[in-house]
Nanobody, 127 residues
């Protein structure tokens, strides 16, 4: 099991940037594929980005591709989501998630397959 704590959310103007940070604790972080998801009011949870155990494979949702970058630090057990060119439609609560997997190159887009979740951090983009 991995305990996850997100930080870095806030209010930013359209076109601006934010960096979200997910701190993990527990012995299984390096054995976990990591993901970022978001949920806006009245909408379903949406896949944002995922990164493999090795950090060498990443995948992004279509709405954020080219603007967001996910990375991980297995030494310090953390995951970062850099968000550039933010738009009002990026406004949501952002969640970090972990799933223990055997493959070091596997990524995971499906939220239902993740085992551990953080409490979320609010991102608000004003127009």
């Amino acid at each position: 099991q991995v305990k996850l704590v997100e930080s870095g959310g806030g209010l930013v103007q359209a076109g601006g940037s934010l960096r979200l940070f997910c701190a993990a604790s527990g012995r299984t972080f390096s054995s976990s594929v990591m993901g970022w998801f978001r949920q806006a009011p009245g909408k379903e949870r949406e896949f944002v980005a995922t990164i493999s155990r090795s950090g060498g494979v990443t995948d992004y949702g279509a709405s954020v591709k080219g603007r967001f970058t996910i990375s991980r630090d297995n030494v310090n057990a953390s995951v970062t989501l850099r968000m550039n060119s933010l738009k009002p439609e990026d406004t949501a609560v952002y969640y970090c998630a972990a799933r223990q997997v055997a493959s070091i190159v596997r990524v995971e887009r499906t939220s239902a397959l993740y085992d551990d979740w953080g409490q979320g951090t609010q991102v608000t983009v004003s127009s």
